[in-house]
């Protein structure tokens, strides 16, 4: 019998090790984008290298994205089962999304149902990704601060 954290790295053609199992539990768990050294600090006592391994291999698979939240650490965001990112184009880009940092809890989320516009460009050029950040207060956040 197969786990949920199994099924999904087997989604995806990768094979579920310990530390694989691990690391997307720590993903799942968050909610948000996580760095290598968030992911760390949650796993405690698992090398850096194989998180980072670990991470690196959910990004050749499409199972997270890159986020560049200006942070100055790139972190990594789940994908959703049906994501194709990596493989998105001007031609299909129902996979670009925003991204949001939240100024006082400090999460980076994805808002995969906010599209980004795709602006014209002169010939010969072609969009192989792109990346919008917005800051501001999150919904948790603003929340919190009503009641």
Same mark, same amino acid.
């Given at each position: 019998?197969?786990?949920?954290?199994?099924?999904?790295?087997?989604?995806?053609?990768?094979?579920?090790?310990?530390?694989?199992?691990?690391?997307?539990?720590?993903?799942? %768990?968050?909610?948000?984008?996580?760095?290598?050294?968030?992911?760390?600090?949650?796993?405690?006592?698992?090398?850096?290298?194989?998180?980072?391994?670990?991470?690196?291999?959910?990004?050749?698979?499409?199972?997270?994205?890159?986020?560049? %939240?200006?942070?100055?650490?790139?972190?990594?965001?789940?994908?959703?089962?049906?994501?194709?990112?990596?493989?998105?184009?001007?031609?299909?880009?129902? %996979?670009?999304?925003?991204?949001?940092?939240?100024?006082?809890?400090?999460?980076?989320?994805?808002?995969?149902?906010?599209?980004?516009?795709?602006?014209?460009?002169?010939?010969?050029?072609?969009?192989?990704?792109?990346?919008?950040?917005?800051?501001?207060?999150?919904?948790?956040?603003?929340?919190?601060?009503?009641?």
């Amino acid at each position: 019998m197969s786990t949920h954290e199994e099924e999904k790295l087997l989604h995806r053609g990768i094979r579920p090790t310990a530390a694989r199992l691990l690391v997307l539990r720590a993903l799942l %768990d968050a909610g948000c984008a996580l760095s290598l050294a968030d992911c760390e600090a949650r796993l405690g006592t698992m090398e850096r290298s194989t998180v980072f391994r670990a991470l690196s291999t959910f990004a050749e698979h499409h199972l997270v994205h890159h986020v560049e %939240d200006g942070t100055g650490q790139l972190k990594y965001a789940l994908c959703p089962d049906s994501c194709h990112c990596g493989e998105t184009s001007a031609d299909d880009p129902a %996979d670009l999304h925003l991204h949001f940092v939240c100024e006082r809890c400090h999460r980076t989320l994805c808002l995969p149902d906010v599209p980004i516009p795709i602006p014209q460009l002169p010939d010969g050029f072609v969009i192989h990704t792109a990346g919008y950040v917005l800051r501001g207060i999150c919904a948790d956040c603003a929340a919190r601060s009503q009641a």
